[in-house]
């Protein structure tokens, strides 16, 4: 759980804010005549401009620097499904990150419905005013659909950053633990507890970067093709190789990795003791992971992380959506493609020169994270 005083610090915090973001004029409006450019009659001029050149907008408005945020609340942090009035302080937060990282002008937008038709209609109905969509806690299998719908629709970059900022994030720590561990990267056995949003977007990503022995587990064990999910069925055919049964001991037994993307207190030292030597654990889970790190240790992992700021080998989503979003407004990217979160996974991890078990990716306060990902986006 979260600290009582960081909860009693964020709720002062918040109350005198008011909100972690202002809109603000990109100009000082001092004058009539500059009060006729801004506004009428000079806007009329480029409102017909735009009208008959729909594209140009990009260059005339908001559209070209600015991304925005969306969630209906129904997977927001570990708190679940708790609506649009919960979800928007996060999203708030999240457009802070977008300013703080990567200068990209981002607003949150929460949806009073949880309909995947209504959630689609609504993004693509606001859609004009924006260079960018990042989906942030959407619950699955909703999620796949409404991403996948969104993005067949526009030609503005789209993105789930549950899935896919947290895969592009894994991968980067992946790439350089296994150095630290001195097991080939493609070899490595891999254990996925959760097999939501993150989890199935890890897994992809994975086996595009030639991972192919992977584990994926949910709350009813190994997950095999005799789940109903569609999701789930078309993972199964490209994962566990071995057909192993069964749950998390079973799995974990000679595995190299342990990725946790589920809930806390899962896994224990006993548990990390059935891996392969030099064992890596990324326990995700957020705010109290699958195992905390003095256990997992405990059980004889060499390199463990997870997604608190409060241990080493923080792996965050952090890390990788602003600078995406940078790359892709920078560069007017339309879709955000499997080679680019390869590359951008690739540029996170090269940012650390001389890896170690604690130091396997970079803080988000690192000079250069959101620069080194927004080069792989174009």
Same mark, same amino acid.
């Given at each position: 759980?979260?600290?009582?005083?960081?909860?009693?610090?964020?709720?002062?915090?918040?109350?005198?804010?008011?909100?972690?973001?202002?809109?603000?004029?990109?100009?000082?409006?001092?004058?009539?005549?500059?009060?006729?450019?801004?506004?009428?009659?000079?806007?009329?001029?480029?409102?017909?401009?735009?009208?008959?050149?729909?594209?140009?907008?990009?260059?005339?408005?908001?559209?070209?620097?600015?991304?925005?945020?969306?969630?209906?609340?129904?997977?927001?942090?570990?708190?679940g499904n708790i609506?649009?009035?919960?979800?928007?302080?996060?999203?708030?937060?999240?457009?802070?990150?977008?300013?703080?990282?990567?200068?990209?002008?981002?607003?949150?937008?929460?949806?009073?419905?949880?309909?995947?038709?209504?959630?689609?209609?609504?993004?693509?109905?606001?859609?004009?005013?924006?260079?960018?969509?990042?989906?942030?806690?959407?619950?699955?299998?909703?999620?796949?659909?409404?991403?996948?719908?969104?993005?067949?629709?526009?030609?503005?970059?789209?993105?789930?950053?549950?899935?896919?900022?947290?895969?592009?994030?894994?991968?980067?720590?992946?790439?350089?633990?296994?150095?630290?561990?001195?097991?080939?990267?493609?070899?490595?056995?891999?254990?996925?507890?959760?097999?939501?949003?993150?989890?199935?977007?890890?897994?992809?990503?994975?086996?595009?970067?030639?991972?192919?022995?992977?584990?994926?587990?949910?709350?009813?064990?190994?997950?095999?093709?005799?789940?109903?999910?569609?999701? #789930?069925?078309?993972? @199964?055919?490209? $994962?566990? *190789?071995?057909?192993?049964?069964? /749950?998390?001991?079973? =799995?974990? %037994?000679? &595995?190299?990795?342990?990725?946790?993307?589920?809930?806390?207190?899962?896994?224990?030292?006993?548990?990390?003791?059935?891996?392969?030597?030099?064992?890596?654990?990324?326990?995700?889970?957020?705010?109290?992971?699958?195992?905390?790190?003095e256990e997992a240790?405990?059980?004889?992992?060499?390199?463990?992380?997870?997604?608190?700021?409060?241990?080493?080998?923080?792996?965050?989503?952090?890390?990788?959506?602003?600078?995406?979003?940078?790359?892709?407004?920078?560069?007017?990217?339309?879709?955000?493609?499997?080679?680019?979160?390869?590359?951008?996974?690739?540029?996170?991890?090269?940012?650390? #020169?001389?890896?170690? @078990?604690?130091? $396997?990716? *970079?803080?988000?306060f690192e000079k /250069?994270?959101?620069? =080194?990902? %927004?080069? &792989?986006?174009?």
């Amino acid at each position: 759980m979260v600290k009582k005083d960081v909860s009693k610090a964020a709720l002062a915090l918040h109350k005198k804010l008011r909100g972690k973001i202002t809109i603000g004029s990109s100009m000082q409006v001092t004058s009539r005549a500059e009060l006729s450019l801004i506004y009428t009659p000079g806007v009329a001029a480029v409102s017909s401009l735009l009208h008959k050149n729909p594209k140009l907008a990009r260059d005339y408005t908001i559209k070209g620097k600015t991304v925005a945020v969306i969630s209906d609340g129904s997977a927001v942090l570990g708190l679940g499904n708790i609506g649009p009035y919960g979800a928007l302080p996060v999203m708030e937060g999240k457009c802070a990150l977008f300013k703080t990282f990567a200068n990209v002008e981002a607003f949150p937008i929460v949806l009073n419905t949880q309909n995947v038709d209504e959630v689609v209609e609504a993004i693509c109905a606001i859609a004009p005013v924006f260079g960018g969509i990042n989906l942030e806690d959407f619950k699955a299998p909703q999620c796949f659909e409404i991403e996948e719908r969104v993005k067949a629709r526009l030609d503005i970059p789209v993105m789930h950053d549950d899935q896919h900022g947290t895969a592009i994030a894994v991968l980067a720590a992946l790439i350089n633990a296994s150095k630290v561990v001195k097991k080939d990267l493609k070899k490595l056995k891999v254990v996925i507890s959760g097999a939501g949003a993150a989890g199935t977007a890890i897994a992809k990503l994975l086996l595009k970067a030639g991972v192919k022995n992977i584990i994926m587990l949910d709350s009813r064990g190994i997950i095999d093709g005799t789940r109903q999910e569609p999701h #789930k069925q078309a993972l @199964a055919k490209q $994962i566990n *190789p071995r057909k192993v049964k069964g /749950g998390l001991q079973q =799995a974990l %037994a000679g &595995a190299d990795v342990l990725l946790g993307v589920s809930g806390p207190g899962l896994a224990t030292a006993k548990d990390i003791r059935l891996m392969a030597p030099r064992a890596i654990v990324l326990a995700m889970a957020n705010p109290s992971p699958e195992i905390m790190p003095e256990e997992a240790k405990k059980g004889g992992a060499m390199v463990v992380g997870t997604g608190r700021s409060d241990y080493p080998n923080q792996i965050n989503n952090s890390l990788v959506f602003p600078g995406v979003f940078r790359g892709a407004l920078d560069n007017r990217v339309t879709k955000i493609t499997d080679t680019m979160k390869l590359n951008a996974a690739k540029k996170l991890a090269a940012l650390v #020169k001389k890896p170690t @078990a604690e130091y $396997i990716v *970079p803080g988000p306060f690192e000079k /250069g994270v959101a620069r =080194a990902v %927004a080069s &792989a986006i174009r």
